[in-house]
Protein backbone atom coordinates (compact mmCIF):
# COMPACT_ATOMS: atom_id res chain seq x y z
CA UNK A 1 0.00 0.00 0.00
CA UNK A 2 1.79 3.50 -0.88
CA UNK A 3 0.50 6.72 1.01
CA UNK A 4 -2.21 7.78 -1.01
CA UNK A 5 -4.26 4.29 -0.97
CA UNK A 6 -3.58 4.74 2.59
CA UNK A 7 -4.78 7.68 2.93
CA UNK A 8 -7.21 7.31 0.74
CA UNK A 9 -8.59 4.64 2.82
CA UNK A 10 -8.28 6.17 5.82
CA UNK A 11 -10.66 9.32 4.77
CA UNK A 12 -13.07 6.54 3.34
CA UNK A 13 -13.52 5.39 6.99
CA UNK A 14 -14.40 9.04 8.16
CA UNK A 15 -16.83 9.40 4.99
CA UNK A 16 -18.45 5.46 6.28
CA UNK A 17 -18.75 6.54 10.09
CA UNK A 18 -20.68 10.11 9.39
CA UNK A 19 -23.53 8.34 6.80
CA UNK A 20 -23.33 5.69 9.32
CA UNK A 21 -24.16 8.57 12.04
CA UNK A 22 -26.28 11.04 9.96
CA UNK A 23 -28.69 8.72 7.55
CA UNK A 24 -32.31 8.09 8.50
CA UNK A 25 -32.32 10.78 11.25
CA UNK A 26 -34.54 13.57 10.88
CA UNK A 27 -33.38 17.22 10.98
CA UNK A 28 -35.02 17.69 14.75
CA UNK A 29 -32.91 14.39 15.60
CA UNK A 30 -29.67 15.89 14.51
CA UNK A 31 -29.82 18.83 16.54
CA UNK A 32 -30.54 16.93 19.90
CA UNK A 33 -28.22 17.77 22.34
CA UNK A 34 -28.03 15.58 25.04
CA UNK A 35 -27.11 17.75 27.75
CA UNK A 36 -26.98 21.25 27.50
CA UNK A 37 -23.21 21.40 26.66
CA UNK A 38 -23.15 18.54 24.19
CA UNK A 39 -22.97 19.04 20.46
CA UNK A 40 -25.21 17.57 18.46
CA UNK A 41 -24.83 14.97 15.25
CA UNK A 42 -25.60 18.29 13.03
CA UNK A 43 -22.72 20.08 14.80
CA UNK A 44 -20.72 17.44 15.31
CA UNK A 45 -20.39 16.78 11.10
CA UNK A 46 -20.88 20.36 10.19
CA UNK A 47 -17.53 20.86 12.19
CA UNK A 48 -15.36 17.95 11.18
CA UNK A 49 -16.54 18.59 7.47
CA UNK A 50 -15.31 22.45 7.48
CA UNK A 51 -12.06 21.36 9.64
CA UNK A 52 -11.00 18.88 6.24
CA UNK A 53 -12.45 20.85 4.02
CA UNK A 54 -10.38 24.42 5.74
CA UNK A 55 -7.53 22.07 6.10
CA UNK A 56 -7.63 20.48 3.07
CA UNK A 57 -7.84 23.86 1.12
CA UNK A 58 -5.11 25.33 3.45
CA UNK A 59 -2.68 22.55 2.53
CA UNK A 60 -3.38 22.66 -1.35
CA UNK A 61 -3.60 26.55 -2.17
CA UNK A 62 -6.92 25.81 -3.15
CA UNK A 63 -10.71 27.78 -2.59
CA UNK A 64 -12.56 25.73 0.35
CA UNK A 65 -16.09 24.31 -0.84
CA UNK A 66 -17.92 25.72 1.74
CA UNK A 67 -17.42 29.48 0.00
CA UNK A 68 -16.17 28.39 -3.51
CA UNK A 69 -19.21 26.20 -3.99
CA UNK A 70 -21.84 27.61 -2.05
CA UNK A 71 -21.98 25.43 0.89
CA UNK A 72 -22.05 28.46 3.42
CA UNK A 73 -25.45 30.23 1.81
CA UNK A 74 -27.14 26.77 1.77
CA UNK A 75 -27.02 26.20 5.15
CA UNK A 76 -27.71 29.80 6.21
CA UNK A 77 -25.53 29.59 9.24
CA UNK A 78 -25.33 33.05 11.15
CA UNK A 79 -21.11 32.47 11.51
CA UNK A 80 -18.24 34.08 9.48
CA UNK A 81 -17.66 32.38 6.11
CA UNK A 82 -13.95 31.48 8.17
CA UNK A 83 -15.97 29.44 11.24
CA UNK A 84 -15.23 26.44 11.53
CA UNK A 85 -16.60 25.42 14.24
CA UNK A 86 -13.54 25.33 16.41
CA UNK A 87 -13.61 27.95 20.17
CA UNK A 88 -17.36 28.12 19.21
CA UNK A 89 -19.20 28.32 22.44
CA UNK A 90 -22.05 26.31 23.66
CA UNK A 91 -24.82 29.12 22.07
CA UNK A 92 -23.03 29.10 18.86
CA UNK A 93 -22.80 25.16 18.31
CA UNK A 94 -26.76 24.73 19.33
CA UNK A 95 -27.34 27.08 16.26
CA UNK A 96 -26.09 24.24 13.76
CA UNK A 97 -29.53 22.78 12.36
CA UNK A 98 -29.62 21.07 8.53
CA UNK A 99 -31.48 18.29 7.59
CA UNK A 100 -29.62 14.81 6.66
CA UNK A 101 -29.43 15.08 3.06
CA UNK A 102 -27.45 19.00 3.09
CA UNK A 103 -25.25 17.63 6.08
CA UNK A 104 -24.24 14.26 3.74
CA UNK A 105 -24.01 16.43 0.64
CA UNK A 106 -21.29 18.93 1.76
CA UNK A 107 -19.49 15.86 3.56
CA UNK A 108 -19.60 13.63 0.40
CA UNK A 109 -18.49 17.09 -1.70
CA UNK A 110 -15.58 17.67 0.57
CA UNK A 111 -14.38 13.63 0.54
CA UNK A 112 -14.52 13.77 -3.27
CA UNK A 113 -12.14 16.99 -3.43
CA UNK A 114 -10.14 15.21 -0.78
CA UNK A 115 -9.87 12.22 -3.06
CA UNK A 116 -8.84 14.39 -5.27
CA UNK A 117 -6.15 16.04 -3.58
CA UNK A 118 -4.67 13.27 -2.15
CA UNK A 119 -5.06 10.88 -4.88
CA UNK A 120 -1.22 11.24 -5.88
CA UNK A 121 0.74 11.89 -2.64
CA UNK A 122 3.86 10.42 -2.61
CA UNK A 123 6.33 9.93 0.45
CA UNK A 124 8.27 13.00 -0.36
CA UNK A 125 4.91 15.08 -0.73
CA UNK A 126 4.52 14.70 2.90
CA UNK A 127 6.98 16.24 4.23
CA UNK A 128 6.29 19.58 2.38
CA UNK A 129 5.81 22.36 5.19
CA UNK A 130 1.83 23.77 4.93
CA UNK A 131 1.86 25.68 7.99
CA UNK A 132 4.37 27.69 9.11
CA UNK A 133 2.48 29.16 12.03
CA UNK A 134 3.38 26.49 14.27
CA UNK A 135 6.86 25.26 15.93
CA UNK A 136 8.04 22.93 14.67
CA UNK A 137 6.44 23.98 11.15
CA UNK A 138 3.26 21.81 10.04
CA UNK A 139 4.14 19.23 7.33
CA UNK A 140 1.46 17.86 4.89
CA UNK A 141 1.69 14.21 6.84
CA UNK A 142 1.16 15.86 10.28
CA UNK A 143 -1.61 18.34 8.56
CA UNK A 144 -3.55 14.95 6.94
CA UNK A 145 -2.80 12.65 10.46
CA UNK A 146 -4.24 15.21 12.50
CA UNK A 147 -7.50 16.14 10.06
CA UNK A 148 -8.11 12.37 10.03
CA UNK A 149 -7.88 11.73 13.98
CA UNK A 150 -9.66 14.62 14.88
CA UNK A 151 -12.47 13.08 12.00
CA UNK A 152 -12.66 10.02 13.67
CA UNK A 153 -13.42 11.17 17.23
CA UNK A 154 -16.05 13.32 15.69
CA UNK A 155 -17.26 11.02 13.58
CA UNK A 156 -17.77 8.75 16.46
CA UNK A 157 -19.05 11.30 19.17
CA UNK A 158 -21.89 11.76 16.35
CA UNK A 159 -22.31 8.24 16.18
CA UNK A 160 -22.96 7.84 20.00
CA UNK A 161 -25.09 10.82 20.17
CA UNK A 162 -26.68 9.16 17.22
CA UNK A 163 -27.51 5.96 19.41
CA UNK A 164 -28.53 8.18 22.94
CA UNK A 165 -31.32 10.13 20.48
CA UNK A 166 -32.62 6.64 18.87
CA UNK A 167 -33.13 5.34 22.30
CA UNK A 168 -34.94 7.74 24.07
Given at each position: ???????????????????????????????????????????????????????????????????G?????????????????????????????????????????????????I?????????????????????????????I????????????????????
Open positions: MNSAALLTDSFGRIREAVHEAVEGLTEDQLAVRIDPDANSVAWLVWHLTRIQDDHLAGAYGTEQLWTDGWRDRFGLPFPAEATGYGQSRAQAGKVRAPAELLLGYHDAVHARTEELGTVTNADLDRVVDTAWDPPVTLGVRLVSVADALQHAGQAGYVRGVVERG
